[in-house]
T-cell receptor, first 113, second 114 residues
């Protein structure tokens, strides 16, 4: 059973460009969570999605950030007009049911130059 | 708001020895879960152990065990017979039974000396 997959593993963007981060949950998991980790810090919750629905986006910045989890395909975290402060590792996690433990992907390291 | 505090930014242990990593949390909830995650240099987040707050018995997974003190809101991780592969960042995390998100501490960097 493959684990949570994230791609790309590393992404470099210039200021003002768009970044798209993909997450494929574990097989059988329909709950996806996105977290951001700044250097030397713990992970911070951003958004929780189920198929086709955003359930909780309380940790998501109000502007430039969006997330989706379509019926088919991976979950996408989209950052428009990236700035240097967006440089971080972005982790996706999935769970089989709400409140079950979350399994993490390897993360995408975003660098904004 | 729930917060998770790891007061030890760095810890060091000799191979084969035992080390304890500290974690405290603040919550007004009575039903919640606590976790320890390991993040090696690969940056993969690996679940080490989990504890349900309603369980009085401390969780154990092979060489890893916790000391869960609910009244004191303390959740320390003990690693016995430390191995070189245990070297990593360790994050303590909290999740309320009624919340979607997990709250993480700032992490403890564990070094294992041969």
């Amino acid at each position: 059973n493959a684990g949570v997959m994230q791609n790309p593993r590393h992404l470099v963007r210039r200021r003002g460009q768009e970044a798209r981060l993909r997450c494929s949950p574990m097989k059988g998991h329909s709950h996806v969570y996105w977290y951001r980790q700044l250097p030397e810090e713990g992970l911070k919750f951003m958004v929780y999605l189920q198929k086709e629905n955003i359930i909780d986006e309380s940790g998501m910045p109000k502007e430039r950030f969006s997330a989706e989890f379509p019926k088919e395909g991976p979950s996408i975290l989209r950052i428009q007009q990236v700035v240097r402060g967006d440089s971080a590792a972005y982790f996706c996690a999935s769970s089989a049911r709400i409140y079950y433990e979350q399994y993490f992907g390897p993360g995408t390291r975003l660098t904004v130059t | 708001a729930q917060t998770v505090t790891q007061s030890q930014p760095e810890m060091s242990v000799q191979e084969a020895e035992t080390v304890t990593l500290s974690c405290t949390y603040d919550t007004s909830e009575s039903d919640y879960y606590l976790f320890w995650y390991k993040q090696p240099p690969s940056r993969q987040m690996i679940l080490v152990i989990r504890q349900e707050a309603y369980k009085q018995q401390n969780a154990t997974e092979n060489r890893f065990s916790v000391n869960f003190q609910k009244a004191a809101k303390s959740f320390s991780l003990k690693i016995s017979d430390s191995q070189l592969g245990d070297a990593a960042m360790y994050f303590c995390a909290y999740r309320s039974a009624s919340d979607n998100d997990m709250r993480f501490g700032a992490g403890t960097r564990l070094t294992v000396k041969p």
